[in-house]
């Protein structure tokens, strides 16, 4: 089998209302659908969704770089993926979105040829999910009433909280959603880089007050000696690193620093399931358990992130919600899984199971 074809198309996704976070407002964003062709008439999907704060990518240098890959994959064995990476990081470092899309759409077109969903290749572990949503940075009343419509309407249990801009306002935050949920939703909260060293740890003080689980990316990507002495300091809530990890090797400095309790991979970071599989079997013989996440993303990256955390033991939380934020949840791609409350259940379709006309 050969691939004979890779095709590219822009989608411009929509939000409800603003992502805010501590580096940015989000109203709308654009991905790109790679379609991966062969000629034993077998199709494999993808997505990059390059968010330049995080990824350093723009739409436009992704495509760029897209159409360079897309010479060297014609004419390979869509299921030499190790093959496929090898490649593309020959020709370009970084770039772990664009990289991403080609590593989605190949193991979708394995699951196809195998007979089998994108979790049950990728491992097996289990089929159901449990998912967190994010209440977004607003004025503290609002962030709480968010708070309550996901947990008393939708019925999520696990709430993460963006914070980062004004400490004063975040513990405000933080103190009227524990007041409005109670005391048995877990909260967890995403600084994504907003303080120093000194604010963190304040910060670690008076949220443990309110049973915050969880923190992460308190600092910036870089100080990993920073995020080593806060975890030492032993305040009982558990430390997360995202925007520091992007790599293997990043993963591995993390753990051997000691510096974080969980990272959280991204496969917009990574460069896809295959990268991603690998910091999490790092992270996993150091002991410490990996959270998949997600950037602004449809429907395909979504199913294979929580299929990823489907797959794999040491995986134990999931992040994957931005589509719950679009005026069309679906992104125009139905299938891949199914909920009930924060409860996801992946389908059992061959590869990511969706229905996608491009």
């Known amino acids: ?64 770089i897209l159409s360079l890959f897309r010479q060297g994959l014609i004419g390979m064995n869509p299921l030499d993926i190790e093959k496929a990476h090898a490649m593309m990081d020959g020709l370009a470092h970084g770039n772990g979105s664009a990289k991403c899309a080609v590593d989605i759409a190949l193991y979708d077109l394995k699951g196809k040829v195998m007979g089998q969903p994108l979790y049950r290749v990728l491992g097996g572990y289990d089929n159901v999910v449990q998912n967190d949503i994010t209440v977004v940075i607003n004025p503290p009343e609002k962030m709480a009433e968010q708070a309550v419509h996901f947990v008393k309407d939708l019925g999520y249990h696990i709430l993460k909280i963006k914070t980062g801009i004004c400490p004063e306002e975040d513990l405000r935050a933080i103190s009227l959603i524990r007041e409005a949920v109670g005391p048995d939703i877990r909260l967890r909260v995403d600084a994504n880089q907003g303080y120093n060293y000194s604010q963190a740890i304040a910060m670690l003080t008076e949220m443990k007050k309110y049973g915050v689980e969880a923190i992460e ?107 719950l934020f679009y005026k069309d949840g679906d992104t125009g791609m139905p299938g891949g899984f199914e909920i009930e409350g924060d409860q996801f259940r992946l389908l059992d379709k061959p590869g990511l199971g969706l229905d996608i006309s491009f």
């Open 1 to 64: 089998m050969k691939i004979t074809d890779v095709k590219m198309e822009k989608f411009s996704i929509e939000l409800s209302e603003p992502f805010n976070v501590a580096f940015a407002q989000i109203t709308h964003t654009v991905s790109i659908i790679v379609k991966i062709e062969t000629d034993e008439g077998y199709v494999g999907y993808g997505e990059a969704a390059p968010f330049a704060p995080v990824t350093g990518e723009t739409v436009d240098g992704c495509l760029e």
């Open 217 to 323: 990316q308190c600092l910036p990507d870089w100080d990993l000696d920073g995020a080593a002495r806060l975890r030492r300091q032993g305040s009982g809530i558990q430390l997360m690193l995202d925007e520091s990890v992007h790599t293997i090797r990043d993963a591995a400095k993390i753990c051997k620093a000691e510096a974080a309790d969980i990272m959280n991979l991204k496969l917009m970071k990574c460069g896809g399931l295959y990268r991603g599989a690998q910091i999490n079997a790092i992270g996993e013989s150091f002991g410490v358990p990996c959270m998949v996440g997600c950037m602004i993303e449809t429907k395909i990256s979504i199913t294979a992130g929580l299929s990823l955390v489907a797959a794999k033991k040491n995986i134990t939380e999931a992040d994957c919600d931005t589509f």
